[in-house]
Each structure stands twice: as C-alpha cells, then as structure tokens.
C-alpha cells in the first residue's frame, strides 16, 4: 500500500520533470535554425561567449537553452546526427545531476556531450566516467569533433598512461575514463608530496555512462592501492609457535565451523606467551585497540590451524601452499587466501613465507563519487535499483522514454531439465541460421559460454572469432556463410568491440557474457543498409539467455541488446530447475520428480525467488559497505585535509613546534598527572626516546616548572639546527617528514580498520551495535595514530642533521 503510494508519487513527479524537460528540449530545438547557418568561426564565437558568461558568474541553469543548441548543431554538423528530443531530455536530466534510464541503443553517448559542454564551460572540469579504458577512448575519438566545433578541449585517460600525460588530460576542460582510473589518481594524488606532481584538479562533477555496472556491480570492492610490505616472516612463524601449542580448551568455533575464536582461557594464554615471546608489551592486553593487528593476525593462524585441513582445503607441493576448490576439487596454483591467512597456513606448514602486500589507501567507489561536487549517471537499466541510487549516491531515477516505441518481442522459456533446453536452444539457434538472423548468444559466465561453446562445436559447429581485420567466412552478399560461431568474454576490451559490432550480420551466431563488448552498438547488418533491410525481414536479432543472471537487471541488459531503436528483434531466456542460479540461492535441491510433474509456474517463482534474493544479499553487502567506509571516510577526510595543508603550507617550521609542545603534554598526562605520584623514571625515558634529550625530570618537582623546561630546551635544540642548516633547507626537509610520516601511519591506519572490520564481524554481535562498535573503535584507534604522528614528527626532527650541527 505505501510502496505504491510512494511509487505513484515517485511516478508523478518524474513525470512532471519529463513533462518540463520535453517542453525545454522544444524551445532548443526551435533555436536550430539560429545556428544552422553561421560560419564554423561563428559557431566558435558563440561559445566562446557562453565560456565568457560562466566564467564571469552567470549560472550554467541561465546557459543550458543556448548551450544545447549549440552542441546539436555541432553535433549536426560533425557527425551527421542531431540529438533528437529524447536525448535532449536526456542531457537535461543529466544537468539536473539525475540517473538517467535510456535505453541500449538510444545514444547515450551523444546525449552526454550536451551535458558536459554546459558543466566544462565555468572550466572546473567534467569527468565522464565509461566501463572500460577502450570505450574511455572511444568515445572521446568518437565526440572530439562535436567538442572541437565549440572550441572544447577534452582528453581521455587511460590505464597505460603516465603522470605527465594524465595532467594534459586532465587539464582538458571534459575528461573521459574510467571510474577506477579516476579513483586511483585521486589516491595516488593524496600521496604525492607537491602540488605540481599531482594530475587532478579538483572533482566537480562526474558523469558515470553504464552507471549501474560502476555504482553496483563493481562497487562490491573498493579501489585499494598496494605497496609491498617487506618481509614479516618472523612475525608469522612467532604466532604460529604461539598458536600451535593451543590445546582445544583455548578456542571456540563456531557458523558450521567457518568461525573460530579465542575463548576466556585461551586469550590469557597467548597474551603470556605472546609478551615471552616480546609482541605484546607488559602493561598491554591482547584486546587493547594497540592490538587490532597483532589479535588480527592470531585469528588467522587460529584459523589455519584450526578450520583449515591440509589435502582438504590445500595440498603442499614443491614449497607451496596451493589452495584445493571446495566445489571442484581441482587445484588453485597461484591463487592465495588474503589478509595474512596465506602466509598463516605456510608457517603452519613450515613453508617460505611468502611476500605480502599491504594497501596504502582505499576508498570504496561509493564514497569516491560521492565527493564529487555534481554526480549524474546513466544507464540502460535503472528502476530496479533506484532505492540503492537514491539511498547511496544521492541519485533520483529518471526514465526517459524511447525515441521510438520497443517492438522487440520478450519470452522465456521453461524446461524440464537441462538436456532438454540445451535442445531447444540448439533448435532455435538452427532455425535462425537456416533463415540467415543473426543470434546473439548470451551466458551469465565466462565458464558458461565456453560450456556453450563447447556444446555449438560437438555438433559440428565451427569456432571462428572473426572481426574486422580476419573476415567470417562470407558469400557474396556479405552475409556469414556456414555453420561458424565467435565467442568472445570479458577478457580483450578492444577486440570484443570489433567482434560484437559485427554480431549483426545476417547469419552471425555469437556468444558473449553480460558485461562483454557492453557499450557497443550492435547495428543490423553490421552497418550496411543492404543487410540491413534483410536482418529485419528475418526478424531482427535474436537474443538468447542460456540461463537467467542472479540479478533481473542482467537479463534485461541482456534482452536490451536486440531491438534498439525500435528495431525488429527478439529477446528468449530459458530456464531449467537444475539451473545454476538455483542450484546455489535456493536451499532445497529441486524435486527429483521434477519430470513428472513439472510445473513452469513454480519454476517461474522458484527463479524470481532466487534473484530477489540475490538481490538482497548483494544490497546488504554494499550497503555495509558503504556505512563502514562512511566511518572511515570521517578519518580520510581529515588526514587529506591535513595532508594538502602540509604540502601547501609556506612555513611547515611552523608547524612542528605545534607537534612539538602536543608531544610534551602527551608525555606529561602520561608520566607527570596533575593528581597522582609521578613516573619520573618512565618520563626521563620517554624525553630521552622522543625528544632525545637528558633532563634532570627528578629535580623539578614543580609540574609547570617541568613542563617550561622541557619546551625550552627542546625549542633551542630545534632553534640551533636550523640556524646551522638553513631554514629553507630544513623547512622543506620537514615537510617531506611530515607527509611520509602520515602516509605511513595512514596506511597502517587503513590496515588495521580492515582487521577492525573483520574482527567485530568475528564478535557475533546483533546486527545494528556492529556499525556502532566499529565507530567507537575505529575512533580510539584514529586518536592513537594522530599521537603517533606527533611522537614521531618530533622525534624524527630532533633527530635531524644530527653530527652536523
Ligand atoms: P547507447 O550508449 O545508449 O547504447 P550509443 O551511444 O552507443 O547508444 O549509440 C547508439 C547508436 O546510435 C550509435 O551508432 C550512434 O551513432 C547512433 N545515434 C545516436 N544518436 C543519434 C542521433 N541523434 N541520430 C542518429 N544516430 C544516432
Ligand atoms: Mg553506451
């Protein structure tokens, strides 16, 4: 009853916002003929003026009727294509920084330029976000004429490319590439020690084409940058001896034994052998939030110990731990349990332990886009996720009708095993050949279509990956000859876009995975008008889905690559109960008598059944995501506003006498309580530790006198070595100290939020006090690595130059 208040209500408004985007896209289109006939030159000046205007205050909403117009006439112009209404609606909603729902085929790409011509003007930057580094190029070779017609600079950025070539793209005033690319400079520049090394400008507002394969599927994990780690073989080898000697009392486990932990007796027994063996300090408990790390890596040799079994879950051969597949049983060479499990289970076996990365930042793709100052997306399904959009990104949805009605014809069908779809697949797909309509083929997997394909070749099909440069076998007409099939996965960007553009052709049968050759036209006839016309008698493509997805949006996507732009196609998926997708989402195997009384119905039920809850699980998992790294994200924030500070900052001398006399209180609330006896021993060995220097602590008794002594001292000793270095000199120094140091610490910082993560996962708390218990510990263990970066700038410029001066 509410949800459908609320989705009448959502209804109404979209539709009122399409109704006044129709209306503007009217007014654009009615400005046509005020620009069809100015010079190119006239057409630069027109823009020029609109650059003019953003950039001495007007609004870009004041902008948007000229700005368009101007884009579709230069579009008209350069490629022959005018943005017809629907995408001018497009456009708009994508200004009003809207998700966007247009269809496969509808030119999304074209669509955007509108856009991103208004928002590069006031010159801060557009970044257009595609799925891959091949459309990333693509598309800015594809618009750069449209851009070029307005005096437009854009720039792509891709994978391979180095920092200086990352700055000129980035300078551009429209940027395509992909979200990770974006991501990982905006990690990579928050490490960087001046501001001229750094490639990006700021983030003003991103544009994110196919936005549910970013926002949703890849946003699962976040974008981690690695660094290596040395070697900390000793460290694993200590826990091992610590752990091996556990006897069946010190542990529980628990979750059909995919859980262990530590119980009361077993906790006390390695924090004693943990402090024998020096790990842990003597006043210092093994659940102190100093901790996390080293109670983080004891849980994983706990598990290796403990929940894993050798020639069960991996064999040792030649000096390596190889990991066993628990539903094949086949081998794993190469692939390693991560966060210290690995290297937990080689020591278990007395293996070399082998070398470790550690992350040196991270951020998830959600809180990424989010710090964008405009966000908009676009993609070819939207409504299903439109909550996670909105709830997530901050995101409405909005669906922008078809420029042509859909006459694409949607079927599934329902078998009684897999034998007998694999049949009737077989049959469809020899019925459309011997009519010469090309098929597209598609499997969820890539193991599912080379299953496929495997199948096509036993029955004398051929396997002929052709593409532009390596001709199908062909007659005379163009069209494929014989019975050849190409199968191409998510594996070669670039060739997958050749091959698929082709997969129009009348006779092509082609398999592909869902994310394969995704945002690639596929025209009828491979762009021949001639083909053309005959695909089209024959019925247009024929899409088939040898299995539905684990999410309904995939089939759909999958469906929605046939019948673009009102084209004749049709869409056919078919299920069978053995099906993957219930065999793992639904507990009870399928009936065994499932042949007798079969039931398509109950199939039907059985498989939206078993994608909603997919669905749900993944949500959830991204949701907890998300919340977690909104905690962490509070602690970035801070160490890259105080990074960029730093680095910007005209007197960093300044700054450590700040840390400096911070460190002093920490040592005095530490050693000297106002109330309270004094620890002159622990205070004498702290001076000496941090600020390297000898003061007689046990003759002032005065806790103000003290405090002002050691100040003193310290800023003198401070005061000579810049004197004797230079201050330039050793301003620059420290700063270098200063952002090595807290890149460090906050790579620390980020490991152990992970652990963190993992172990209050590991405490069986109820759902909502987790995000709670992260919060609180997260913070105290934020706290800790501030008073460490204090410790250590001071202790670091105390010691420098020392000899010297
Ligand atoms: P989408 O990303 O929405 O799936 P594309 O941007 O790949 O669609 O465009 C699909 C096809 O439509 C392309 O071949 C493009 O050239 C064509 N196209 C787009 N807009 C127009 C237009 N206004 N007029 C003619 N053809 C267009
Ligand atoms: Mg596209």
Redesign the pocket.
Known sequence: MILSLARRAFGSRADRRLARYARTATTIIALSPRYRDLRADALLMEAQLLRDRARTGASLNELTIPAFALVREA?RRT?S????PA?LIGGLALHDGLLVE??????????ATLAAFLNGLNGQGVHIATPNDHLAGRDARWMQPVYAALGMSIGAITHDMDDDARRVAYAAEVTYGTASEFGFDYLRDNMKFTTAETVQRGLSFALV?EADAVMIDEARVPLSLFGPLGDRSTLYQSIERVVAKLGPYAYDHYGRKRHVSLTTAGAEIVENALRVAGLLKSGAGLFDIESISLLHHIVQALRAQVLLKRDRDYVVSDGAVVLVDGMTGRLMPGRRYDDGLHQALEAKERQPIGEESRILASITFQTFLRSYDKLAGMT?TALQDAPEYRDVYGLDAITVPTHRPIIRVDDTRYHTSHTEKIEAIMRSIEDANANQQPVLIGAPTVAQSEAFARELTSRGWRQHDFDRDDAPPHDTTGAVAGRVFNLLNARYHAREADIIAMAGLPGAVTIATGMAGR???I?LGGGNPALGQQVAASGGLLVIGTEHHDQARLDDQLRGRAG??GDPGRSIFHAAPDDDLLESALKAPPAQDAERCFNPEELRTQINAAQSLHASTTLEQRFSLSRFDQVIDLQRRVVYDRRLAIRDEPDPLGRIAGLREETIDDLLNKFALTKGPRDDAGLDASVRAILTLAIPVSELPDRVALRAEISTIARQWVQRKIEAVGHRVIGDIVRRIMLALLDQLWAEQSERLEHLKRIIGDRRLPPHKVLTEFRIEAFSSFELMLRDYRHEVTAHVMRLGLGRS
């Open positions: 579009a490629l294509e005018e943005h017809v995408q247009m269809k496969t085929g509808e030119g999304k790409t074209l669509a084409d070819g945002g690639t036209d025209k673009r732009q």
